[in-house]
């Protein structure tokens, strides 16, 4: 039986191997497999999908945050009166948070008389929304566990150092609650 893998937006995705130029494997996820599907997932790796669903093979990585780390993060993130709006990836040395492109689905639909019901814009969401990164949290310092926070830029998508060699759980709790307003932009 080959590799599968339904993502949030309800499409399977089949893992499939190609060679490249060089003669050495190449994997990829497809939803209509050209190349030979794959029974296994190989050592080593593990499947991802991103914020925006996008379903990738990936090398897995020792991570060097930790579960509080996360936890941080991700508290601050819940109590946000617009949580609905952002989702938080982690790699092994850094928390990003994304911010949903376009108007809430709720609000729109309730602006044009035609309410829908919360399943029907959970399902809308997950398979329609696409999100941005606007804030991340990079480990600086190993030994200390000390955090620097950035805000993403839009002059040329670069980011910007707002707060430096911070604890986590201090940097979220202060600048978590900024996002989606006027204050965000006054960070750097």
């Known amino acids: 039986?080959?590799?599968?893998?339904?993502?949030?937006?309800?499409?399977?995705?089949?893992?499939?191997?190609g060679i490249t130029r060089s003669g050495k494997p190449r994997y990829y996820f497809a939803i209509e497999p050209k190349d030979k599907r794959v029974e296994k997932l190989p050592d080593g790796y593990q499947v991802q999908e991103?914020?925006?669903?996008?379903?990738?093979?990936?090398?897995i990585r020792p991570s060097l945050?930790?579960?509080e780390d996360i936890i941080a993060v991700e508290a601050a993130l819940q109590i946000h009166s617009?949580?609905?709006r952002y989702r938080v990836s982690i790699k092994s040395e850094h928390i990003t948070i994304y911010e949903m492109v376009g108007p809430d689905l709720?609000?729109?639909?309730?602006?044009?008389?035609c309410a829908l019901d919360r399943d029907t814009i959970k399902r809308l969401e997950n398979s329609h929304t696409q999100f941005q990164p606007i804030m991340r949290?990079?480990?600086?310092?190993?030994?200390?566990?000390?955090?620097?926070?950035?805000?993403?830029?839009?002059?040329?998508?670069?980011?910007?150092?707002?707060?430096?060699?911070?604890?986590?759980?201090?940097?979220a709790a202060r600048l978590i609650p900024k996002l989606g307003t006027d204050a965000f932009y006054d960070l750097f």
């Not at 039986?1 to 191997?17: A, I």
């Open 82 to 84: 617009q949580a609905i």
């Open 65 to 67: 945050l930790s579960k």
């Open 137 to 171: 949290f990079i480990l600086k310092d190993k030994a200390k566990h000390l955090f620097t926070a950035q805000r993403m830029s839009y002059f040329g998508d670069n980011w910007v150092g707002i707060e430096f060699d911070q604890p986590i759980s201090a940097l």
């Open 1 to 17: 039986m080959s590799v599968t893998y339904t993502s949030r937006k309800r499409r399977t995705y089949f893992l499939c191997q």
């Open 106 to 113: 709720a609000e729109l639909s309730a602006s044009m008389g």
């Open 50 to 59: 991103s914020v925006n669903g996008i379903v990738s093979l990936v090398r």
